[in-house]
C-alpha cells in the first residue's frame, strides 16, 4: 500500500499536468458529486501490482461502467480475469448499506498451466461466464455481505457484516451519518468515476429525528441514575 505522503505526492503531480480537475472538482462538489480520475485508479492498481497479489492491472472507463483485468492466483490457478462492472443501485440508510452490481463481458482465460479443478473447469469450458452471480452463489465459504447473487447481478450489503450490522455503536453513527447525507449512485465519463450523494434523504424531519435517537437520547439515558 502506498504511504500517505507518496499519495500526497501523486496527487500533486496529477493536479500540476491536469489543473482543470480543480474547476470540475468545485463544480461537482456543488452538485453533490465526487469525482475520480480513472488515471488514479489505475495509479492504485499500478501499487496492487507491487504487493504481488495482482499483476497487469488494467481499468478502462466503459460508460457508465468501468472494465476492469488483471492477472490473478485464483486457488493456484494463474488465470486472466476481467469483466466490466456496472453499479445499477445503491441504498445506503440505517437499515442497509447495499450495492448492486452488474457484471457483463465475464472472461477468465489460463495463463499459465496448471492441474488444478479450477483450471479443469476453465479447459472444459463447463463455466458458464454469462452469469457470474449464479457461479458466485455457489461458491463455499462466502463472504456474510453477500445478499444477493444471480444471472450477472451481484448484491453486496455491508450491513450483513457483524462488525458493522452487530454493532451498535456503528449502526447509530450509519444512522446518524445517512439521515444528513447518504451515498445515491456511481456511474462514469470517460475519464472520471463519479460518486454522487443526496443530502436530506428523509428531509429535515427525519434528519432531526435520527439526532434525536441516535445522540441526544442515548446522551441522557447514560446522565440518568441507574436502577439498582
Do not use: C
Not at 110 to 121: H, I, R, T
Amino acid at each position: 500500500m502506498p504511504t500517505p505522503q507518496q499519495t500526497v505526492d501523486a496527487v500533486r503531480s496529477y493536479l500540476r499536468t491536469h489543473p482543470e480537475e480543480i474547476g470540475r472538482a468545485v463544480r461537482s462538489a456543488l452538485g453533490l458529486r465526487f469525482g475520480v480520475p480513472v488515471a488514479a485508479l489505475r495509479w492504485l492498481g499500478q501499487q496492487a501490482e507491487r504487493s504481488g497479489k495482482v499483476d497487469d492491472f488494467q481499468i478502462d472507463s466503459v460508460p457508465p461502467g468501468l472494465r476492469l483485468g488483471g492477472n490473478v492466483n485464483l486457488m493456484d490457478t494463474p488465470i486472466r480475469a476481467g469483466a466490466i462492472i456496472y453499479v445499477e443501485r445503491v441504498v445506503f440508510n440505517d437499515e442497509e448499506l447495499t450495492v448492486a452490481l452488474r457484471l457483463e463481458d465475464v472472461q477468465l482465460k489460463l495463463n499459465g498451466e496448471s492441474d488444478s479443478p479450477v483450471a479443469a473447469l476453465i479447459k472444459s469450458g463447463a463455466l458458464d461466464l454469462s452469469n457470474p452471480g449464479t457461479l458466485v452463489n455457489f461458491m463455499p465459504n462466502r463472504s456474510p455481505v453477500l445478499a444477493e447473487a444471480n444471472g450477472n447481478r451481484i448484491v453486496l450489503d455491508l450491513m450483513r457484516d457483524p462488525n458493522i450490522g452487530k454493532n451498535p455503536l456503528v449502526r447509530r453513527a450509519v444512522s446518524l451519518l445517512t439521515a444528513f447525507v447518504t451515498l445515491h449512485g456511481v456511474e462514469t465519463d470517460k475519464k472520471h468515476v463519479d460518486i454522487a450523494f443526496r443530502a436530506l434523504p428523509a428531509g429535515l424531519g427525519g434528519a432531526v429525528r435520527s439526532l434525536r435517537n441516535n445522540v441526544v437520547l442515548p446522551s441522557m439515558s447514560r446522565l440518568l441514575p441507574r436502577a439498582r
